[in-house]
């Protein structure tokens, strides 16, 4: 059994993020938990705190006041947290965040701490100016939203997703209107009218962002079932990598989408050896990454192969079976043979001696 480092939670899944790896951060398991994550969770308190939108509206207060007062207030900022970003979430959705402005920049950036997008099918695109393969490498340039403005309804439980919300609000929403319109019925009506219409409870103290786009473009939505975006992946040829300059060759490859602070050759003095010893780590971990690709379009492309040899070796086996149970049988009726013939002998024998002395 594999002994894991897990005394105080989960840790990132690939070691190239930061100064360890191993854990489930990062992974496909992780990715589909729905809920916010610290970085997100810190930036929505900032951006609720230097709003002065709803609770966190701090007018009249002195600095001691404000403290007090704000430090009580943001104890449930991570549950708004993850309000907001399901907020975000359902407007991408529709093509209506910020990430789908095609005038945007939706490229993706390969920051400290995040996730590292690299370079995965061995084509034209993934070549530098020498002909070398960037597979494995790290990839600049990439763009997470290339379909711009429509949006994703044609995918499977979007379209459903969507309209459940929407129908789930207008109904609830109807049966608050018809109470404040014809009053309360009951005890329990009266508490629900006090708390909804006399008080004004809010429905939320979630700081959102709005939406980047009022409404969604009539000429790129996509209502119907099974109609894709126009476009799902996009490539500059005249920016590749967003780094032409960086070559497979190198040294400094492996994290070439990686800024660096300084210039630094691999052959100066100023080159740590621990830092080479990490250079190696990482170029050794984008060669295995790079064999594990090429392993399993192997595998893909010989599947058919695989399978008929597994089946002429079956039916081989089959044939020896065959004829092994056919010698079996063979050799049970030979020896059945054999009783006969020496029961019938013995039966003559023992009737012989009668037979001459009646003679």
Known sequence: MVWHWNGRGSLPVDPNV?????????????????????????????????SEKHKYATTGLDREQKQIYLDQVTRDYKEEADEALKGEFDQWLQGLHEANDPEGDSVYVNAEGKPV???TMRNKEAQDAEGGSKVGQARAGWKHTP???????????????????KRNGMDADTRMQMLAEFGPQSLEDAWKYFKHWVKGRPVTDAVTLPPHFDHQSTLS??????????????????????????????????????????????NEAAFKSHENEAREAQLLATRQFRERLQNAASREGHAGENEAVAREEAAERAQVADEVRGDVIAED??????????????????LLPALFSKV
């Open 333 to 350: 009726l030979k020896h059945e043979q054999r009783t006969r013939d020496e029961q019938l002998r013995g039966r003559a024998d023992s």
């Open 117 to 119: 997008r690299r370079w």
């Open 18 to 50: 930061g100064v360890t790896g191993g854990g489930g951060v990062g992974g496909p398991a992780e990715a589909g938990v729905t809920q916010a994550w610290p970085r997100y969770e810190a930036e929505y308190l900032r951006r609720a705190l230097l």
């Open 221 to 266: 939505r996509s209502d119907f079932k099974g109609q894709m975006p126009h476009s799902m992946y996009e490539y500059r040829v005249d920016q590749p990598d967003a780094q032409p300059g960086v070559l497979a060759s190198d040294a400094n490859a492996y994290n070439a989408a990686a800024a660096r602070s300084y210039e630094e050759a691999p």
């Open 147 to 165: 379909w711009g403005r429509q949006s994703l309804t044609h995918l499977p439980g979007v379209s459903t997703y969507l309209a459940e919300q």
